[in-house]
Structure formats: C-alpha cells, structure tokens
C-alpha cells in the first residue's frame, strides 16, 4: 500500500517533529532512528537499517529531557533511493496513559507552534 493511500486515510494530524528514536525489535535488535513526524497515532522516522513493514517493535524517543517508549509496528517503508537512509511510517500500538500524555504535550506544543505537515 503506497503512502498516499495512508495520507488519503490519515484521520489526525501529523506535525513536523525532529527527535532521536531508537526502535528495539522482538529479537533485541536496536536500530537508531531519527524522528520527522508525529501524530497522535504514529509517526515517521529513518533509520540506516530497513524494517520491514508489519514489524513490531518498541520505540523511544528522546526529545531533549523528554522521553517516551512506546509499542509500534511498521506500516510502510520507503527505499534509500541509493541514499542509505529509509523511511518509515510507524502505528502506534496501545499505550499506557503516562505515553498518551507525552504524545499529547508534544503534540499540543507543536499546534502552537503551527508546523503541520500537509497531507502528501
């Protein structure tokens, strides 16, 4: 499924976010990310390493002094175009209250700040 159709589906608002990640797979693995858009459902990151789509994994991010880890799963992958980089589009899963709350300042941070990402 292209990110089209998911922009067509999207059903929140994404903002322009840059916080570190790393994303921890089932079998331990950590794979450093960079963060680049969220939402209250997800977000966009790009890492070195691709993860292929339907991958559940366990995210944190680190903006400042501000952390959140919080279950994710992959939804769709863009290649590195030869850039070594890819891109991901990452569901999050279900979320204890304390990881809503974070999302939540976060997102109501950046609405003051107006820097929504328009749909693609």
């Known amino acids: 499924m292209s990110e ?23 079998d331990g693995t ?17 890492t070195l ?9 366990r995210l944190r991010i680190s903006n400042g002094i501000n952390t959140c880890e919080l279950p994710g799963k ?3 992958m863009h290649s590195g175009y030869g850039m070594g980089i890819f891109g991901m589009g990452v ?8 990881q809503a709350t974070a999302i939540s300042a976060w997102l109501r941070d950046l609405a003051s ?8």
Do not use: H, W
């Not at 993860?51 to 994994?57: H, K, R, V, W």
């Open 4 to 26: 089209t159709s998911f922009a067509v589906r999207r059903a929140n608002p994404r903002f322009a976010f840059f916080a570190e990640a790393e994303a921890t797979l089932r």
């Open 30 to 46: 950590s794979v450093p990310a960079q963060v680049s858009e969220l939402s209250s459902r997800g977000c966009y990151i790009d």
């Open 49 to 57: 390493e691709p993860i292929p789509i339907g991958t559940e994994l």
């Open 74 to 76: 992959v939804i769709y």
């Open 91 to 98: 569901v999050f899963e279900t979320m204890a209250a304390e």
């Open 113 to 120: 700040k107006k820097t929504k990402v328009p749909p693609c």
